[in-house]
C-alpha cells in the first residue's frame, strides 16, 4: 500500500515537472508582462494587448497559428512595445506539424529587429533587417548532407540579404539541427542575450531539459528593438503554430563603465568575424568555403609543380648532354 502510494505521488510529481518543463523562469529572471505572449491572448479573438498580427496570422484559444497546412502562406506577430532590456531571456513555446512525414516548408523565424510588421520574403518577413533572425528552416534548399530541420542564426545590419539557396549559410553566427516537427509533445527554444553573448537552446526531445544549439560571444544587439514570430509556406507547406512567448528580465553585475554604454545606439553585428559554422554532420558537400583552394590542395599543387620543375632540369640537362657529344663526335 505504502509503495503504491508513493509509486503514485512519484508519477503525479513526474507528471508536474512534465508540464512545468522548459516553461520556468531562468534563475534571477523577471517574466515581463510586455514582451510576453500568453494565454489567453485575446478576449475577443480580434486584438491582444502587446502584440499585433497581420496576414494569414489567426488567434485561437490555445494557439496563435502564423500560417495553416496550405501552399503560399505566410504570416507574423509583433510585440507593440520595443525591448530595452539590456539582458534578456525569452522562451518560445511551438508546434510546427503537417501532413508531410519528411517534406514541408519552410518554417518559421524568431526576430528582434528594428523593422516590425513588414512582409517579405525571409519566413514571411522582410529582408536587409537590422537586428537578430533565428531561423527554424524546415525545408533544405542548399546541398548539405544533413537530414533537416536545421535552426540557424543571423545578425543583420540593414544591407545583408539572406542566404536563401544556402539556407541562410552565407551569414551564419551558428546552427544546429533540431528534430521538431510533428511531435506529440511540446517543443520549446530558449534565447539569452547577455553581455554580448547569444545562447540558444533547445527543449525538442521530450528530456525536459534545455540542449544547447549554439552559443556566440560579440553579439552586438542595441537595445529597443521589437520581438517577433514570423512563418511561411511555399509550395510544401505546415501548420506553424505560435503557443507561449516568455521573456524575462535577467539581473546581471556590471560594471559602472558597462553601466555607463549606451547600449541604444550600438549598431546590430558581430565582434568576431568567422566562417560560417557547420552542422556537425556535415561533411561539407555544397561548402562555400570549398569553392576556394583549400591549404592541402595548395601543398600539393606546389609539389606537383616543384616535380614538374626537377623533371624538365633533368631532361634538359640529358638533352644538353647528348649534343655536347654529338658535337665532340664531329670534331673526330
Ligand atoms: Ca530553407
Given at each position: 500500500?505504502?509503495?503504491?502510494?508513493?509509486?503514485?505521488t512519484?508519477?503525479v510529481?513526474?507528471?508536474?515537472?512534465?508540464?512545468i518543463?522548459?516553461q520556468?523562469?531562468?534563475?534571477?529572471?523577471?517574466?515581463?508582462?510586455e514582451?510576453?505572449?500568453?494565454?489567453?491572448?485575446?478576449?475577443?479573438?480580434?486584438?491582444?494587448?502587446?502584440?499585433?498580427?497581420?496576414?494569414?496570422?489567426?488567434?485561437?484559444?490555445?494557439?496563435?497559428?502564423?500560417?495553416?497546412?496550405?501552399?503560399?502562406?505566410?504570416?507574423?506577430?509583433?510585440?507593440?512595445?520595443?525591448?530595452?532590456?539590456?539582458?534578456?531571456?525569452?522562451?518560445?513555446?511551438?508546434?510546427?506539424?503537417?501532413?508531410?512525414?519528411?517534406?514541408?516548408?519552410?518554417?518559421?523565424?524568431?526576430?528582434?529587429?528594428?523593422?516590425?510588421?513588414?512582409?517579405?520574403?525571409?519566413?514571411?518577413?522582410?529582408?536587409?533587417?537590422?537586428?537578430?533572425?533565428?531561423?527554424?528552416?524546415?525545408?533544405?534548399?542548399?546541398?548539405?548532407?544533413?537530414t533537416?530541420?536545421?535552426?540557424?542564426?543571423?545578425?543583420?545590419?540593414g544591407?545583408?540579404?539572406?542566404?536563401?539557396?544556402?539556407d541562410?549559410?552565407?551569414?551564419?553566427?551558428?546552427?544546429?539541427?533540431?528534430?521538431?516537427?510533428?511531435?506529440?509533445?511540446?517543443?520549446?527554444?530558449?534565447?539569452?542575450?547577455?553581455?554580448?553573448?547569444?545562447?540558444?537552446?533547445i527543449?525538442?526531445?521530450?528530456?525536459?531539459k534545455?540542449?544547447?544549439?549554439?552559443?556566440?560571444?560579440?553579439?552586438?544587439?542595441?537595445?529597443?528593438?521589437?520581438?517577433?514570430?514570423?512563418?511561411?509556406?511555399?509550395?510544401?507547406?505546415?501548420?506553424?503554430?505560435?503557443?507561449?512567448?516568455k521573456?524575462?528580465?535577467?539581473?546581471?553585475?556590471?560594471?559602472?563603465?558597462?553601466?555607463?554604454?549606451?547600449w541604444?545606439?550600438?549598431?546590430?553585428?558581430?565582434?568576431?568575424?568567422?566562417?560560417?559554422?557547420?552542422?556537425?554532420?556535415?561533411?561539407?558537400?555544397?561548402?562555400?568555403?570549398?569553392?576556394?583552394?583549400?591549404?592541402?590542395?595548395?601543398?600539393?599543387?606546389?609539389?606537383?609543380?616543384?616535380?614538374?620543375?626537377?623533371?624538365c632540369?633533368?631532361?634538359?640537362y640529358?638533352?644538353?648532354?647528348?649534343?655536347q657529344?654529338?658535337?665532340r663526335?664531329?670534331?673526330?
Open positions: 500500500m505504502m509503495l503504491d502510494c508513493g509509486l503514485r512519484l508519477i510529481v513526474f507528471c508536474l515537472v512534465n508540464i518543463r522548459g520556468t523562469a531562468p534563475e534571477g529572471g523577471f517574466l515581463k508582462r514582451h510576453s505572449l500568453v494565454k489567453p491572448y485575446s478576449g475577443n479573438g480580434m486584438t491582444m494587448p502587446f502584440w499585433d498580427f497581420r496576414d494569414n496570422a489567426m488567434i485561437t484559444n490555445n494557439f496563435i497559428r502564423l500560417t495553416s497546412n496550405h501552399q503560399g502562406q505566410l504570416g507574423s506577430v509583433w510585440n507593440k512595445q520595443p525591448c530595452f532590456l539590456r539582458d534578456w531571456e525569452t522562451h518560445v513555446h511551438f508546434k510546427v506539424h503537417g501532413g508531410g512525414r519528411t517534406l514541408a516548408a519552410d518554417g518559421m523565424t524568431f526576430w528582434y529587429t528594428r523593422e516590425r510588421l513588414t512582409p517579405g520574403p525571409v519566413f514571411g518577413s522582410t529582408d536587409e533587417f537590422r537586428g537578430l533572425a533565428i531561423f527554424l528552416d524546415t525545408y533544405k534548399n542548399g546541398q548539405q548532407a544533413v533537416f530541420p536545421q535552426i540557424s542564426a543571423m545578425i543583420g545590419n544591407s545583408m540579404k539572406y542566404d536563401h539557396m544556402g541562410g549559410r552565407l551569414n551564419s553566427i551558428g546552427s544546429c539541427l533540431a528534430s521538431f516537427r510533428n511531435k506529440d509533445y511540446d517543443t520549446f527554444m530558449s534565447i539569452r542575450y547577455v553581455k554580448q553573448r547569444l545562447t540558444i537552446q527543449d525538442v526531445d521530450n528530456q525536459g534545455w540542449r544547447e544549439c549554439m552559443d556566440v560571444s560579440g553579439v552586438m544587439l542595441p537595445s529597443g528593438y521589437f520581438f517577433g514570430v514570423s512563418a511561411a509556406t511555399g509550395d510544401l507547406a505546415d501548420n506553424h503554430d505560435l503557443i507561449s512567448i521573456t524575462y528580465q535577467l539581473e546581471i553585475q556590471r560594471t559602472p563603465e558597462e553601466e555607463a554604454e549606451d541604444a545606439t550600438v549598431l546590430p553585428g558581430i565582434k568576431f568575424l568567422k566562417p560560417p559554422i557547420d552542422n556537425v554532420d556535415d561533411d561539407g558537400k555544397g561548402d562555400y568555403r570549398n569553392s576556394s583552394v583549400s591549404g592541402s590542395k595548395m601543398l600539393l599543387i606546389i609539389i606537383c609543380g616543384l616535380l614538374g620543375a626537377g623533371i632540369i633533368v631532361v634538359g640529358v638533352v644538353f648532354q647528348k649534343r657529344e654529338q658535337n663526335k664531329r670534331f673526330y
